[in-house]
C-alpha cells in the first residue's frame, strides 16, 4: 500500500506566478488534510477535504489560497499570486475512511520557494 | 481551544543516554495525542499515538510515551539513544471528533552526539 503521494517536491516560483500542489491520499483514505511548515516553526493546519467537499479551512488565508479534492485525481492546493512569504513546506496528510479516521499520514511534502 | 507545548526546543544529549521529550497540551475535551518524527528534508512518520486504554504507549524503535490526564502530558522518552534518534519531534493532539484537525507543537530538536 503505498503512503501519501505529494508532486512535487520542490517547486520554484517567482513572485506573481501560480503554484500547484498535488496530494494522492493512501488507498482507502477519502479524507485529506493540508498543513503548512513556515521556517523554523511547527505545522499549521489549513484545510481538511473529503471527496468533493471542504469540511473546514478555517486555517486557510483568506486570499490567494484554495484547496479542492475532486471526485477523480489528486487534491489540489493552490496559491496564486505568490509572495516570499508563502515559500515553505506545504505537507499533505491522509486517514482512513473507516477505523483509525483519527489517525492522519503524510506526505514528505512539497517545499515551495518564492524567488 | 486546544494548543500543545514543547517545552524544550532543542535537546542535546550523548549516544546510548536516555532521553525524556516534554509534552503538555490543554483542552477542554477529550483528545487524542501523537508524537510524529521528522528527518532532515523528510514529512512526518507517526512514532506513537494514545487513543485510548492503556495510558502507556510504545513504538516499535524504543520510544514510549505516558499520557497523564492530570497534568495534562504526554512526554516522550527512550531509555538509551542512538546517533540515528537525531531529528525533530512533534507532538500533536487532536479532539475525538471525525476529521479532528491536528494541533502541533513547536517541536523539539534532538541532537544525538557520539
Known amino acids: 500500500n503505498a503512503g501519501v503521494m505529494q508532486n512535487p517536491r520542490h517547486l520554484v516560483r517567482r513572485r506573481g506566478q501560480e503554484a500547484r500542489l498535488r496530494c494522492s491520499p493512501m488507498?482507502?483514505?477519502?479524507?485529506v488534510y493540508w498543513y503548512r511548515q513556515l521556517p523554523e516553526e511547527g505545522l499549521k493546519f489549513m484545510v481538511y477535504?473529503?471527496?468533493?467537499?471542504?469540511?473546514?479551512e478555517s486555517g486557510m488565508p483568506k486570499e490567494r489560497f484554495s484547496a479542492e479534492f475532486p471526485k477523480e485525481g489528486p487534491s489540489i492546493l493552490r496559491i496564486q499570486q505568490v509572495v516570499r512569504g508563502d515559500s515553505a513546506a506545504y505537507f499533505c496528510?491522509?486517514?482512513?475512511?473507516?477505523?483509525?479516521?483519527?489517525?492522519?499520514?503524510f506526505g514528505p511534502g512539497t517545499r515551495l520557494t518564492v524567488l | 481551544a486546544q494548543s500543545v507545548t514543547q517545552l524544550d526546543s532543542q535537546v542535546p544529549v550523548f549516544e546510548e543516554a536516555p532521553v525524556e521529550l516534554r509534552c503538555n497540551y490543554s483542552?477542554?475535551?477529550?483528545?487524542?495525542l501523537f508524537w510524529y518524527v521528522q528527518y532532515p528534508n523528510q514529512g512526518l512518520q507517526l512514532l506513537l499515538k494514545y487513543l485510548s486504554g492503556s495510558t502507556l504507549v510504545e513504538s516499535i524503535n524504543g520510544f514510549e510515551a505516558e499520557f497523564n490526564k492530570s497534568q495534562t502530558s504526554f512526554h516522550l522518552r527512550k531509555p538509551s539513544v542512538h546517533i540515528s534518534d537525531t531529528a525533530e519531534y512533534f507532538c500533536a493532539v487532536t479532539s475525538g471528533n471525525q476529521g479532528g484537525k491536528l494541533i502541533f507543537g513547536q517541536g523539539t530538536e534532538l541532537s544525538v552526539k557520539p
Open positions: 496528510a491522509s486517514s482512513p475512511d473507516q477505523g483509525g479516521w483519527n489517525t492522519q499520514y
Open positions: 488507498k482507502g483514505h477519502s479524507h
Open positions: 483542552s477542554s475535551v477529550s483528545v487524542y
Open positions: 477535504l473529503q471527496k468533493e467537499n471542504i469540511i473546514d
